[in-house]
């Protein structure tokens, strides 16, 4: 469309007209722009779209899809784990002798830094940003994980960094949180409003059933809060529809007709 729109700007501005006719009146009309229609894109992937067209996120932030998810699973916010209050010794050049506490972080890879054998991350979840320690024998195992923008969740001690006025911490773990979401999901509740139409609810059923069937075999029990006309109910599926809650699948669901909420209950909560 804005090829076709420059092109038409430059024709005028140049006053051209069909090489056949004497006058404009004769210059045949511009055939109409067909445009391609499109699905609506996913959250996430505007958001890769935006970072790479503009260098940044304009439309919100990707750890927002996992914010609701994350605080199940880890410590806190970046807000909340950084706002702990630091040990009597810290900026006094005192020791780091004090006792250690042991944290679960989720973000994303907002920085990677390498200084000899350590590797350093800055994560960022839009509340706050964290430092995280990498040594050299951990590195190897999860180098598949070190890419910005990457949404990881990392498990492993707090300590009070005296030249970065804050708390970082040393990572024991590291790994992608679908992963970690998947791992320990144990109840899926989908939020669906029923369609007027008898036809389109049909529809609606059996798309739902598509989408669930090829993550069967999983440990995630499914339940659907059906919603019709104003009273809701929640249905829960037999043992044989429990799922894998893969980030296919959560996307899949999220993009059904009528879908308004998707929630998730974990076996572990922190």
Request: charged share 25%.
């Amino acid at each position: 469309a804005l090829a076709q729109a420059e092109q038409d700007a430059r024709a005028r501005d140049a006053g051209q007209t069909d090489l056949f006719a004497l006058d404009n009146s004769s210059t045949p009309a511009a055939p109409p722009l067909t445009i391609a229609e499109h699905p609506e894109w996913q959250h996430g992937d505007r958001l890769r779209a935006e970072k790479e067209a503009l260098g940044l996120y304009l439309s919100g932030h990707p750890f927002e899809a996992y914010r609701d998810m994350a605080q199940h699973i880890t410590s806190g916010s970046l807000a909340d784990v950084t706002s702990i209050k630091p040990p009597p010794e810290a900026g006094n050049g005192g020791s780091f002798a004090q006792p250690r506490r042991n944290a679960t972080v989720a973000g994303l890879i907002f920085d990677i830094r390498r200084r000899g054998n350590r590797t350093t991350l800055t994560l960022d979840d839009d509340t706050g940003r964290i430092e995280i320690q990498l040594y050299a024998e951990m590195v190897d195992a999860v180098r598949h994980l070190l890419v910005k923008d990457a949404v990881v969740i990392a498990s492993g001690q707090l300590r009070w960094d005296n030249f970065l006025n804050g708390w970082s911490l040393s990572a024991r773990s590291l790994r992608d949180i679908d992963h970690v979401i998947e791992e320990q999901a144990r109840r899926l509740v989908l939020t669906l409003e029923k369609s007027d139409d008898d036809a389109e609810a049909m529809l609606q059923l059996r798309a739902l059933k598509e989408a669930l069937e090829p993550h069967l075999g999983g440990a995630c029990e499914v339940a659907v809060e059906y919603c019709v006309g104003g009273k809701t109910a929640q249905l829960a599926f037999g043992e044989r529809w429990r799922v894998r809650a893969s980030r296919d699948l959560r996307q899949a669901l999220a993009a059904l007709p009528g879908a308004a909420a998707l929630r998730l209950a974990f076996s572990t909560e922190h």
